[in-house]
């Protein structure tokens, strides 16, 4: 059974820093591609961050240079620093698993930046 723990969410003013982390089981960690997905009220689903297995990774144009995506394969975990947060970052975060021939994703964590 696949499941994800994903923590890290919260309330932060702008300009601060949060860290999510989603711990995942139920299928073999290591042969996924992680990553983020987020989705704000009335918008569509934004892919924020993706880590292959080996480490490379991608990110959105609009959280470039301002969050990291990291991987720790023996804690069969990823992670999503996010620092120098805007409002419109805020989003329910989605941790996601992704292979050539399934995906998953996790229940989501709140961000609300706001003053």
């Known amino acids: 059974q696949v499941q994800f723990v994903e923590s890290g969410g919260g309330l932060v003013q702008p300009g601060g820093s949060l860290r999510l982390s989603c711990l995942a089981s139920g299928f073999v960690f290591s042969a996924y591609r992680m990553g983020w997905v987020r989705q704000a009220p009335g918008k569509q689903r934004e892919l924020v961050a993706l880590i292959t297995n080996g480490g490379t990774t991608n990110y959105a144009g609009s959280v470039k240079g301002r969050f990291t995506i990291s991987r720790d394969n023996a804690k069969n975990t990823v992670y999503l620093q996010m620092n120098s947060l805007k409002p419109e970052d805020t989003a329910v975060y989605y941790c996601?698993?992704?292979?050539?021939?399934?995906?998953?994703w996790g229940q989501g964590t709140q961000v609300t930046v706001s003053s």
């Open positions: 996601i698993a992704v292979s050539i021939r399934s995906n998953y």
